[in-house]
């Protein structure tokens, strides 16, 4: 069975920091690049960061950049995204998409497809 399951999220003060994990499994995530994004009910979805297939290259959205980072463990088939400095507005559920587009600015798209779908994790950054 193929799944993607992101974990990580929870509650933290403004200041503080969170690692997400974003793991497949029943398939490899090695030659898709990723895209973290979020989204608040109601909403467009945010792209927040990206990775290429090859960890070479990676794209920040300005509200997270020098905040945010992103990585590979190609081995064991995760990606993560290393979030300090949160802040409240930070606060929503988080989603990783593999996909294999054109480049970045496609990969975030409000409108683009993933190939596989996760359930998401749930920031709450609150004092």
């Known amino acids: 069975q193929k799944q993607l399951v992101e974990s990580g999220g929870g509650l933290v003060q403004p200041g503080g920091s969170l690692r997400l994990s974003c793991a497949a499994s029943?398939?490899?995530?090695?030659?898709?690049?990723i895209a973290w994004y979020r989204q608040v009910p109601g909403k467009e979805r945010e792209g927040v960061s990206c990775v290429s297939s090859d960890p070479d290259s990676t794209y920040y959205a300005d509200s997270v950049k020098g905040r945010f980072a992103i990585s590979r463990d190609n081995a064991k088939n995760t990606v993560y995204l290393q979030m300090d400095s949160l802040e409240p507005g930070d606060t929503t559920g988080y989603f990783c998409g593999p996909g294999i587009a054109s480049s970045f600015v496609v990969l975030i798209s409000p409108q683009y497809d993933y190939t596989y779908w996760g359930q998401g994790t749930q920031v709450t950054v609150s004092s």
């Open positions: 029943g398939f490899t995530l090695d030659h898709y690049a």
